[in-house]
């Protein structure tokens, strides 16, 4: 059965770093994009990132600004993100999902390339 599983949200201070991680079961990553999603209180869910599954190149939405950065392991079915210089606007849930192309979204956000979803970890950042 596919499963995501994210781990790694917590509590940090403005300007500090938190690292997420996501593991997929159920399936074998290495053919499929990783994307990572948030949905903060009251607002629309964002696309964050998508890294892809041949080259390991990710992409960012614009808000991230080069703070934070995706990597995977696709023979451990784990991806991670690396999220540093985190600021009170970075709060919300976040979300790894598996893509069900080959390829990322042309749209960070486009959650419609994504078919399965993790229960999503919660980052807080505050002093």
């Known amino acids: 059965q596919l499963r995501l599983e994210e781990s790694g949200g917590s509590l940090v201070q403005p300007g500090g770093s938190l690292r997420l991680s996501c593991k997929i079961s159920g399936f074998t990553l290495e053919t499929r994009p990783i994307g990572w999603f948030r949905q903060a209180p009251g607002k629309e869910r964002e696309g964050v990132s998508c890294i892809t599954s041949s080259s390991g190149r990710a992409f960012y939405g614009d808000f991230v600004k080069g703070r934070f950065s995706a990597s995977r392991d696709n023979a451990k079915n784990t991806a991670w993100l690396q999220m540093n210089s985190l600021k009170p606007e970075d709060t919300a849930v976040y979300y790894c999902?598996?893509?069900?192309?080959?390829?990322?979204?042309?749209?960070?956000?486009?959650?419609?390339?994504?078919?399965?979803w993790g229960q999503g970890t919660q980052v807080i950042v505050s002093s």
């Open positions: 999902a598996l893509g069900s192309y080959g390829f990322c979204p042309g749209l960070i956000s486009d959650s419609s390339y994504f078919g399965s």
